[in-house]
């Protein structure tokens, strides 16, 4: 079925990194631990890519001068939606590191 997904990119005062919040619409019956746990197992196998612990806020700090995506999922204020935050240093990155 079809997914939902706001996607809001920060413009935040920070030397480097990027720090992006998507708002989820959960699928009928979905829930915030039920999305967190298809996201830990999708990316089981992804060395640069962590779902961080229930609760832990990512932070641009944690990823400096490295290649990970540190991400987790919140509950949102409105019912039936969830908060993934993610944070990257995007640094070097594509056509800024060359």
Known sequence: SPV??????HLI??????QTTSYVKLAPGGT??????HLIETYAD???IKVLDKGVI?????????NFCLMNVFPDRI???AVVISVIDNLVKGASGQ
């Open 79 to 81: 019912a039936g939606r």
């Open 58 to 66: 990512p932070h641009t700090r944690h990823v400096r001068g490295s």
């Open 13 to 18: 005062n920070m030397s480097r990194g990027m």
């Open 32 to 37: 915030v631990d039920g999305l967190r746990q």
């Open 46 to 48: 992804e060395p640069f």
């Open 4 to 9: 939902t997904i706001s996607f809001t990119p």
